[in-house]
Every structure is written in structure tokens, then in C-alpha cells.
């Protein structure tokens, strides 16, 4: 969209096949502004002629039938652009598969571009392409096009973490209001699986879900996920797998190495560490575990908190001989006081105990940003340095400390601690408005409409209308989807957990919130 504003000759979007090239396109093509002529091609694989030709189609651009001549073509094209410019509107091609074009079909793409005004291009031109088109445009004799491309983005897989949030989206895009339909870490296998490719991961989705419903399971679980997955690939490995396991295979290989090399030195200069560890225990018993206690990234250096004077901050190591069971329902009991609910550890599962009392809960993974947005206490996965599961309960989000309840003690740490200790997965709690009985889309109405426009008001620092809208609108819809875009979350405009969790966050309702204050509104917004 920036560079059909920007009005430049050239955009370039290009990604490996199934990453979403496509996707990004039709959704160009459902926002494109009311004064643009779209030119769509599908299949460039055409001579400079027949481009030409399809070209005029696409616009409705009348010519002699028969014709072949490229003047023609270009002087039709000439007389409809500067139609339309007389009429204030502007024309678009866009080009899928445009690493299909030859360098000459490209050459003449840049020669139609060519008439201009003093203001304008008149004809603006969006590449969609594989990476080779990237390395075409390096070639010298297309490097007048290379310079007119004011506009280029490459387009790559999800990042492991991003994974999950995408299922998560489009299981909810899809109609599913609570619970889950994968287990816990299916994303990471999921990665691993895909590259982090769209259409793999959909595949896969797709296919595991059918083999799911097949066997009578309500989940997809780790088994039913290779089977799909082995369907979609057939016997071959896929190739994320492939590098992992020689990467494995090498660091495996190095360390047997690191470990011949230790030994020998260990065994040459063993008689220097035992006299010095001997030296260490006569002159200080107690540095041992003085070193274990205090850490210096675990100190608090920024001098006096706002709610505080200075204190030493803890770690989120995990406690010694705890067991993770123990903590996570530690955890969850810790959660369900904030609350002022009961947790029974060894009840009914987690989520389940929660609906009982009127709360729902929400199971995701993400980084601090979404836990601030959400603004509410939530149990934390956490993992030690040998890649063991723990759980911590955040409490409460102040500036640069966090509290977490680690079910024995209460720590107050600095939030870098938990970038260093959490893996992503969260687990928190929400209460549903009065009203909401499922995601709210464009077109509906009721009295969820009416909670949803105060909020927006709230979060905005706005006056709270006195009458209230009874549809959701397409206006409140805009508003909605630039809520979620500023926070972090896929701005569709539809009204779900996440939205109504974010909302929520402005609500004086007596729920418990990680912080509060004044700033709230900034804070939230811009994390």
C-alpha cells in the first residue's frame, strides 16, 4: 500500500514458495483505494506481445482485433492512462509468478512505465516472485528497472515462535470460541516439520485435524502429527529435518572432541585444580555457595524502584528440590487466588475448575508485550539451564521488575530474568462480558456492540458516548482492527478472546491487572 501512495514505478514482493505471497495480494486487492484501475496477470509466461495484449484486457482497452504490433499495444495503453489521470484515478499492474518474465518481456514493462506527468508515474507496476526474481533483477542489462523499484520486501517463514499464534488465529478465525484443538508443543514440532512455511503448516494442520476426527480423538496429539505429516511429505525427509539432524550429527561430533581434549588437559593439570579448590575450602568454607546465591545479572542497578527503596532482585532459577508438578499447581493455585477463586490441585483440569466459576482461561504462547497488553496475571512456563519445565505465577508488572509467585516464595525479579528463564507459554484467566456470546464480526448486532464501542473510548482517553450503537459497524470494525494493529495482535476487526482480554484492560471492574495507573492507555498501546 505504501508504494501505490508513494506513487513510484516499481513495487517488488518476493518470498519462497507458500509463504503467503498470494495471501498478501488478495489483501491488497480487498483494500485498494476506490481511485485505482487494477490490471491482474496470473501467467506471465507470455512474449512482450501477448503481455501487452492481457495488459489491455484487464483494463478493457479496446484494439484491432488481430493485432501484434507492440506500438499499438503501448500507444492504447498511453491514450487509456492519460484518460484516466485527466479523471483523477490511477492504474495498477500487478504480476504474479513474475519470475516467469524474460529479461526482454521486463525491459518492456520498464519502458511502459515511462509516461509520466510532473507529479506521477502514471502507471504503477507490483512484482510478485520467487527469490530468483530477486537475482534476475541483479543481471546489468535490467538494472534501469532494478533502480526505479522504490518499494521491496521479501517475504520469509514464520519464526518458531510465531507458529503457534498462527494456529491459534486461525482455528479462531475459523468459529472455535474456547479449548484447543492441538497439544501443548505441537508448534514447535510444527516448525520443525515446516520450516515454518504457511501452506505446509496448513497442510499438515489440515491433514492431522481429518486424522484426529478419524480415530474419534478431540485433540491432535504429537503421533497424529508425524502421520500427517509423513502424508504430506511421502517417504521423504523433509529437509528442516534433514539439516537438523546433521547438525545435530556435527555438534555431536565436536563434542567428543571438546571431551578427548578436556580429558587429556584435565588429566596434565589436574594437580593444580585440586590444590586450588583445596585452597578455596580452607580459606572461605562458604564460597561455594556463595556464588550459587547471588549473581551479578540478578542485581538491581537502577537505583531507587518508584514503589521502593533499592533491593537486591532475585533470579527465576528454579527452586531447589522442587518438583515442576508441585509448582505448577503451585502456580495454578497462586493464579486462581488473584482471582479469588478456589484451584483444586489434582481436580478437574486447569481450564475446566475455571469455567465453573465463571472464568474463562486462555492458553498461548508470546512474548511480555502480549502479557502487558492483556494486563492480566498469568502462570508462566518456564525452563532450567537442563531443559526442564517449571511455572511461576506473574503477579504484577511495574516498569522494569516483575513479581512471580514461585508457590513457596514470592520473587520480585527484573523482567529480563524472564526473558532469560520463560519459554513463551502462558497460561492466564479472563471473565466474558455479560453480553458476549461468541466473536463479534462486521454485520452483527446486540448488546455486545454497546460494551465494545465504551471500551474503545476507554482505551482511547474518550468521552464514552451517550447513545450507544446497536450494530457493529464497518467504521467500529476500523477502529477495532487499529486497537489490535497497535497492540501487537492480526488486526481483523474481529471481536474474540484476545481482543475482549485487551478491551477489558481499560474496564474498572475490580479484576485483578498486572499494573495500573494513570498511563495505563499508553502503556498498553505502546508496550
Known amino acids: ?4 501512495e508513494n506513487e513510484g514505478g516499481f513495487v517488488l514482493l518476493t518470498g519462497e514458495v507458500g509463504t503467503g505471497k498470494t495471501t498478501v495480494c488478495r489483501r491488497l486487492l480487498q483494500s485498494m483505494p476506490d481511485d485505482v484501475e487494477v490490471a491482474f496477470i496470473l501467467n506471465p509466461k507470455v512474449s512482450a506481445e501477448e503481455l501487452l495484449a492481457t495488459i489491455c484486457d484487464e483494463f478493457q482497452i479496446t484494439y484491432p482485433e488481430g493485432t501484434t504490433s507492440i506500438k499499438v499495444f503501448v500507444a492504447r495503453i498511453n491514450d487509456y492512462l492519460l484518460d484516466l489521470h485527466q479523471k483523477g484515478r490511477r492504474a495498477v499492474v500487478i504480476i504474479e509468478e513474475a519470475q516467469n518474465l ?32 530477486r537475482k534476475m533483477l541483479l543481471h546489468p542489462q535490467l538494472r534501469q528497472l532494478s533502480q526505479r523499484i522504490t518499494t521491496r520486501y521479501h ?6 515462535e510465531e507458529v503457534q499464534p498462527y494456529i491459534d488465529y486461525r482455528l479462531s478465525a475459523a468459529g472455535l470460541v474456547r479449548g484447543q484443538l492441538f497439544a501443548r508443543g505441537i508448534g514447535r514440532r510444527l516448525f520443525r516439520l515446516s520450516g515454518g512455511v504457511p501452506r505446509l503448516i496448513n497442510i499438515i494442520c489440515d491433514r492431522a485435524l481429518l486424522g484426529a476426527f478419524v480415530q474419534g480423538k478431540g485433540m491432535v496429539d504429537v503421533r497424529t502429527l508425524r502421520t500427517a505429516a509423513r502424508e504430506v511429505f511421502g517417504p521423504d525427509m523433509p529437509r528442516p529435518y534433514r539439516n537438523r539432524v546433521l547438525r545435530i550429527a556435527g555438534l555431536v561430533a565436536l563434542l567428543c572432541v571438546c571431551i578427548a581434549l578436556g580429558a587429556t588437559y ?51 532459577e528454579r527452586p ?17 487466588a488473584q482471582w479469588h477463586a478456589e484451584y483444586s490441585p489434582g481436580g478437574q483440569e ?28 498469568a502462570v508462566l512456563t518456564l525452563v532450567d539451564e537442563k531443559k526442564r519445565q ?50 463479534l464480526r462486521p454485520g452483527q448486532s446486540g448488546p455486545m456492540v454497546a460494551w465494545v464501542e465504551e471500551q474503545l473510548a476507554l482505551a482511547r482517553g474518550e468521552v464514552v458516548p451517550a447513545v450507544r450503537e446497536k450494530t457493529y459497524s464497518r467504521a467500529m470494525a476500523e477502529r477495532v482492527k487499529d486497537f489490535q494493529l497497535e497492540s501487537g495482535n492480526v488486526p481483523d476487526g474481529i471481536v474474540g478472546a484476545r481482543t475482549i482480554i485487551g478491551l477489558s484492560a481499560f474496564a474498572i471492574n475490580g479484576d485483578p491487572c498486572l499494573y495500573d495507573g494513570k498511563e495505563r492507555t499508553r502503556d498498553v498501546l505502546h508496550p
Not at 531447589?320 to 486462581?336: N, V
Open 1 to 4: 500500500m505504501y508504494g501505490i
Open 102 to 133: 524474460t529479461p526482454e518481456v521486463l525491459e518492456q514493462l520498464r519502458l511502459l512505465t515511462n509516461l509520466e506527468t510532473n507529479q506521477r508515474k502514471l502507471l504503477q507496476m507490483i512484482m510478485l516472485g520467487q527469490p530468483e526474481l
Open 155 to 160: 517475504l520469509g517463514p514464520l519464526a518458531r
Open 266 to 316: 584435565l588429566a596434565q593439570k589436574g594437580h593444580f585444580l585440586r590444590q586450588g579448590i583445596s585452597r578455596t575450602k580452607v580459606e572461605d568454607p562458604a564460597a561455594e555457595e556463595k556464588v550459587n546465591m547471588v549473581r551479578p545479572d540478578a542485581l538491581d542497578r537502577s537505583g531507587p524502584g518508584k514503589d521502593g527503596p533499592v533491593v537486591a532482585l532475585a533470579s527465576l
Open 320 to 336: 531447589a528440590g522442587t518438583a515442576g508438578a508441585r509448582l505448577k499447581e503451585s502456580a495454578y493455585g497462586a493464579l486462581f
Open 350 to 377: 486447569v481450564c475446566d475448575q475455571a469455567q465453573a466459576q465463571g472464568l474463562r482461561c486462555l492458553r498461548a504462547s508470546g512474548g511480555l508485550s502480549d502479557l502487558k497488553y492483556m494486563n492480566k496475571p
Open 390 to 439: 517449571y511455572y511461576g505465577t506473574l503477579t504484577s508488572l511495574e516498569g522494569d521488575r516483575a513479581v512471580i509467585d514461585m508457590g513457596d516464595e514470592i520473587r520480585t525479579v527484573d523482567v529480563r530474568e524472564i526473558a532469560r528463564w520463560w519459554s513463551g507459554e502462558y497460561l492466564l484467566l479472563w471473565r466474558e462480558p455479560p453480553s458476549y456470546r461468541g466473536p
